[in-house]
């Protein structure tokens, strides 16, 4: 393959390249050099720049969209990942939303494929400070949308910090459901802690509260704990969960409840 085969400019071809790395999960330097036509100190500057806009992270000898325990993945590569999966688990939630409640969503890509299943629900007051989650109910018949205002973060799609915590604290809903990308048999955790505080104001702010992760996340831990597992009310996985973690999920947490592929 060579560059005739890819955009020639700069920020073109660091587009393609970020996607490419998306796409597969990581890649190396010297894949990155062959595929796109160029040398192994533009494909450095050019991971460098994503590194910078967060949509890549580098490594010694290439970089990858993966999370870390340290790192969140960027939301383009969120949004791709297991899908499935978070369709379940988003049609199992969605049938523990009644009408007439008031329910509040985080900014992950699990909560995000819930909001896609409200319209039918209504009337409904949805809270949110995911800007994707956002678009997509605004103007949504019988759904009154309040958005969360904060510092927007592009690398997750949503709005963060000291006065997102401040209107988080503001409201009271019936339900909220979050997911973290890390959950040990006693915790939940995230690895960056603007996302934490976020989500740990979500929890305080809510009558019953929801942890929605897929299997991916299990059996895992990350940089900062948001919460431990008996701070949620109900804990719903996909049905590819390993049955010895969710064995061990139950033995602290009675009510964890499986979502059918």
Do not use: W
């Not at 073109?12 to 390249?17: D, F, G, S, T, V």
């Not at 978070?86 to 985080?106: F, N, Q, T, W, Y």
């Not at 009271?172 to 979050?178: A, E, G, Q, R």
């Amino acid at each position: 393959m060579n560059s005739r085969q890819h955009p020639a400019g700069g920020a073109a071809r660091r587009q393609a390249m970020a996607e490419r790395v998306m796409r597969q999960g990581s890649a190396s330097v010297a894949e990155l050099a062959e595929a796109f036509g160029v040398s192994v100190m533009t494909v450095h500057r050019d991971l460098d720049e994503l590194e910078r806009q967060g949509m890549v992270r580098k490594f010694r000898g290439g970089a990858t969209a993966q999370a870390s325990n340290v790192f969140e993945s960027n939301i383009a590569y969120r949004r791709a990942a297991h899908q499935e999966e978070k369709e379940a688990i988003a049609r199992h939630v969605a049938r523990l939303v009644e009408p007439g409640i008031s329910i509040m969503l985080d900014d992950s890509t699990t909560a995000l494929a819930v909001a896609r299943r409200l319209g039918g629900i209504t009337p409904l007051t949805v809270v949110t400070n995911f800007l994707e989650a956002v678009k997509l109910l605004a103007g949504a018949p019988g759904i009154r949308l309040m958005a969360l205002g904060g510092e927007y973060h592009p690398t997750h799609d949503s709005f963060l910090g000291v006065s997102c915590v401040d209107a988080v604290e503001a409201m009271n809903t019936d339900m909220v459901v979050v997911s973290t990308s890390a959950v040990s048999d006693r915790c939940a955790f995230h690895q960056e802690q603007e996302i934490v505080v976020v989500k740990q104001a979500m929890l305080r702010s809510a009558s019953r509260r929801v942890l929605a992760v897929d299997h991916s996340k299990l059996d895992r831990v990350a940089l900062h704990r948001v919460a431990p597992l008996d701070a949620f009310d109900l804990i719903v996985v996909d049905s590819r969960a390993p049955a010895d973690v969710v064995q061990r999920l139950r033995e602290g947490h009675r009510n964890v409840e499986i979502a059918k592929l």
